[in-house]
């Protein structure tokens, strides 16, 4: 009986994962239309697609008919999929969501920005909609719920597994002449750096709290612990609710001190990973009753 | 910031697949040598001063459009990959698109010690790696 109300809080915060998602994809939608806007007054010399998908699809900046038809249909898909979701509208989207994402990057290099957003719409089009299924294909289709924020969630275990491979080899080879991650000077030369790329300095009074012995590299091999294992988080709601909290201050402590600005990625893990079943308790108690009969 | 770019630029120079993710970002910080190069662009006046371009974010590239823009350029410079005219010319019509209106511009190496540029932040050694004229 219990594991049956834990496999529906799954269910229940993936139906509302996907509403959320929906939501934030029209809000995201308008202010591409405000970059878009920034872009197009951008000197057409500059604009060199990178990518194959960007060569094939965006070989010039989109003509401003097409951008509007496309972010018509990529908020009507939105709209659509928040009532009703469906593999073809989902995979569609994605596929937009893709594209406007894609139009900045056109300029010299690929941002850090976005690619959590496109990856949790690609997932999410293959999960099913659950507005129209009874409890008996529910239980079956849970697998597949975990198995779309696994697919997620990994791409933070994979950086995860690569930074504790790079410690591990710094030991193992004896390459002390490079600072690792745990060298007591990691955490400013880090931020330092980064910090110069956008000519922004690190203040006094942060560089002196990365004077603080010890604090950084605990709270660097807590957070890269947590990276490492964020799939576990379809394991346990309770271990979810963590690696949520440490990702979400991670990517805004690299927001705020590093200069590595992530809008999209914080807001993204919190429409993933948010708590639904509890914040929304009487609701999650009529879907039970919806869906179990 | 730099991270996938300079991912990108590395690993999967000749590839058009779009991985969607990239897993091997910061496996150390930056700056880990103690040593570090950043790329900015400087204008040439008329009598042959030169000036920094300073990254202060403009109103068609904010901060990281030309950090990433410049950080670009400079690859394609320092792997010969493109034709020098074509580079030439992009530089030109990027430092109009920020406002400036200079005969020459210059890609500028700046190398420098993160612990030393925290507390004087002119430590920096400069290496002229392309030069745009008019002419």
């Given amino acids: ?82 009532l009703s979701k469906s593999f073809f509208k989902c995979f569609l989207l994605a596929f937009l969501v893709m594209l406007l994402n894609a139009i900045r990057w056109n300029y010299g290099s690929t941002s850090h920005v976005g690619h959590l957003f496109i990856l949790t719409h690609l997932f999410f089009a293959f999960t099913p ?165 | 910031m730099s991270a996938f770019s300079f991912v990108r630029q590395k690993y999967f120079e000749d590839k058009d697949f779009y991985p969607f993710f990239y897993w091997k970002l910061y496996t150390k910080p930056t700056g880990c040598m103690y040593s570090y190069k950043d790329y900015r662009l400087y204008g040439v006046t008329e009598k042959l001063d030169t000036f920094r371009i300073n990254n202060k974010g403009y109103s068609l590239f904010d901060k990281d459009d030309y950090f990433y823009f410049i950080q670009g350029e400079a690859q394609s410079v320092l792997k010969n990959k493109r034709d020098s005219i074509h580079i030439v010319n992009r530089i030109k019509i990027f430092a109009k698109a920020l406002g400036f209106n200079s005969k020459e511009y210059l890609i500028v190496e700046e190398e420098f010690n993160p612990l030393d540029i925290v507390r004087n932040p002119n430590a920096y050694k400069v290496k002229v790696i392309f030069s745009a004229k008019n002419d």
Wanted: charged share 15%; with cysteine; net charge positive.
């Fill in chain 1, 1 to 82: 009986m219990i594991d049956k109300k834990k496999d529906l809080s799954w269910v229940y915060n993936h139906v509302m994962a996907n509403r959320a998602l929906m939501l934030f994809t029209i809000i995201w939608t308008i202010y591409i239309v405000f970059d878009y806007n920034i872009l197009i007054q951008r000197p057409v010399l500059l604009y060199e697609p990178i990518w194959g998908f960007q060569k094939l699809f965006l070989p010039s900046l989109i003509p401003p008919f097409l951008f509007v038809i496309i972010v018509l249909l990529s908020i009507g898909l939105s709209v659509f999929n928040f």
């Fill in chain 1, 129 to 293: 909609n659950y507005n129209k299924r009874n409890i008996k294909a529910i239980r079956i289709d849970l697998k597949i719920v975990k198995l779309s924020l696994f697919g997620i969630l990994i791409t933070y275990s994979m950086a995860g597994f690569w930074k504790f491979l790079s410690l591990a080899k710094t030991v193992y080879i004896g390459d002390f002449k490079s600072v690792s991650w745990l060298h007591k000077d990691a955490v400013e030369l880090n931020a330092i750096t980064n910090r110069r790329m956008l000519d922004n300095e690190v203040s006094s009074f942060m560089f002196s709290l990365y004077q603080i012995p010890y604090i950084w590299e605990i709270a660097t091999l807590l957070v890269f612990g947590i990276q490492l294992t964020a799939v576990l988080a379809v394991c346990s709601r309770k271990y979810a609710n963590l690696v949520l909290v440490v990702l979400v201050s991670f990517h805004l402590f690299n927001t705020f001190f590093n200069d590595i600005i992530f809008n999209v990625a914080p807001i993204v893990l919190l429409i993933l990973l948010f708590p639904y079943h509890l914040v929304f308790k009487n609701k999650f108690i009529d879907f039970k009753q919806r869906v179990g009969g």
